[in-house]
């Protein structure tokens, strides 16, 4: 019996490096592996350079041949002969997505970067160094970053008044926070989007290792801030997109130059993105900001859908297309529409006026375990609103393998740790509201008619609690 099995991987290299994802796959994937995989040949046709390999399973029962195609989209084929469990097939096309994906980041390492918005102030990209990482992170997740600054005025608050006082200014400051989270979020932002400026530009520059390297130390930050201004003078300033040509009078000064086949432009209008989801929703268009940030990140707060804001880092639009992003959007209008900041509160606010009533007795004999299991309850509920947003994106936006494909492009390194049963026992255990990431790619990937759920809360409280219990089947 003979299945092929084909898809297709969006990447975001440049075309000079089409041909060098092949080559990572080839050295870093299939080369290590002989006893599973044989016959490997790279073929070129119609100027399109392949890769061939055949993969043997363990048993000996069944092979799969497969071929790679180089191009901005990398083609894949699967075609499987024998015993070939649906398992073992798709653990190879995750297998090659996720070498794509390490290759991509390898070269982001090496990757300049530059970002506008017409009309708004110029501004230097800020990597993902490690206390960025960490910050946005916090910030994507409302209930986490919620839960910390709550933490911290609770502690203040109750060495400075009596334990009644103390509770009421409690109380009264995280309401105070939750309603004004889109003004706290506002401050946040590099850039508004707007319907005057919708629009994203974003060029990058992909250059060898050793020559970003040189390039870096040579010019220093300060001269790549000087670079990025003088494109936006001579391009979006007078109406004109930026490209690698138009920069090449700018980065001539400095003494480097710009190679077409290592460059990409697009111009992302964000605003239509944003727009497009809200009307999907029912819902006004939400306030649109951006952070220079090439960390790729989402998030959604507000007091009420009326309220809304919408935060969104460049790095998402650089490392997702238009489509993907509109369902990642949509998971965030799922935030909104659900009132999920006010609800996460109200579970905030319940855990904390019953730890200093009916459980402070509790609380006392042992407050360690307490808290433990109180914010392990709180972070597996809050699992459950993450969830509803992953599905009413499916129900809204209509594509749950577009969200599922997303999710897999920026959640590939937990992707890839999650394969282990221990590691898929402890994404559910951390302190994440997030449920982990194998779980919310294949629930989504599995809806056949999202559209018609009743109730997207319990069912997605139902869907949490069978991929819970599944793990410990494993």
């Not at 092979?63 to 699967?78: A, F, M």
């Not at 932002?189 to 060898?208: M, R, V």
């Not at 040579?218 to 490209?243: D, M, R, S, V, W």
Request: aromatic share 12%; net charge positive.
């Amino acid at each position: 019996m003979i299945d092929p099995h084909e898809f297709d991987i969006q990447t975001e290299v440049a075309p000079a490096y089409y041909n060098h994802i092949l080559d990572f796959i080839y050295k870093y994937y299939l080369f290590p592996q002989p006893d599973a995989f044989c016959e490997i040949k790279k073929t070129k046709k119609q100027g399109k350079n392949y890769l061939h390999f055949i993969f043997t399973t363990p048993d000996k029962m069944g092979q799969i041949k497969g071929t790679v195609k180089s191009g901005e989209k990398i083609k894949v084929k699967l075609v499987k002969e024998g015993e070939i469990s649906p398992e073992i097939l798709d653990k190879l096309a995750e297998d090659i997505f996720i070498a794509v994906q390490i290759y991509e980041e390898s070269v982001r390492q090496s990757t300049i970067y530059l970002a506008w918005v017409e009309g708004q102030k110029i501004i230097p990209e800020k990597p993902p160094t490690l206390g960025k990482k960490t910050s946005k992170k916090l910030f994507g997740s409302n209930l986490l970053v919620v839960y910390l600054i709550f933490f911290g005025i609770n502690i203040t608050l109750f060495l400075l008044f009596d334990l009644y006082l103390a509770v009421i200014f409690i109380i009264g400051i995280q309401l105070a926070i939750v309603l004004l989270s889109d003004k706290i979020f506002m401050k946040m932002a590099d850039w508004e989007i707007t319907p005057e400026n919708p629009n994203i530009h974003i060029i990058q520059y992909q250059l060898p290792e050793d020559e970003y390297k040189f390039f870096k130390k040579a010019l220093g930050k300060n001269a790549l801030f000087q670079i990025k201004k003088e494109i936006y003078e001579n391009t979006l300033a007078q109406g004109i997109p930026p490209n690698c040509k138009l920069g090449e009078e700018v980065f001539s000064k400095y003494g480097f130059h710009c190679k077409p086949l290592q460059s990409s432009y697009k111009a992302i209008n964000v605003y239509d993105i944003v727009k497009e989801a809200a009307e999907k929703f029912d819902l006004n268009v939400p306030r649109i900001i951006i952070n220079n940030n090439l960390l790729p990140n989402a998030a959604a707060t507000g007091p009420s859908p009326k309220r809304g804001l919408v935060l969104i880092t460049t790095g998402l639009l650089v490392q997702l297309n238009e489509e993907e992003v509109l369902s990642v959007v949509g998971h965030e209008m799922g935030h909104l529409v659900g009132r999920d900041p006010i609800i996460l509160f109200s579970l905030i606010s319940g855990e904390f006026i019953l730890r200093l009533t009916v459980l402070l007795p509790i609380v006392i004999i042992n407050p360690i375990i307490y808290l433990i299991v109180a914010l392990g309850s709180i972070f597996f509920v809050a699992k459950f609103f993450e969830a509803r947003a992953d599905l009413l994106s499916a129900m809204k936006i209509g594509k749950p393998q577009v969200l599922a494909e997303a999710l897999r492009k920026i959640g590939y390194q937990k992707l890839q740790f999650e394969r282990m049963t221990s590691q898929r026992i402890s994404s559910w255990a951390i302190w994440d509201p997030h449920p982990p990431i194998y779980f919310r790619i294949k629930r989504l990937e599995n809806m056949k008619k999202p559209d018609k759920i009743q109730s997207p809360l319990i069912q997605s409280a139902r869907d949490v609690f069978s991929g819970f219990k599944d793990v410990f089947k494993k």
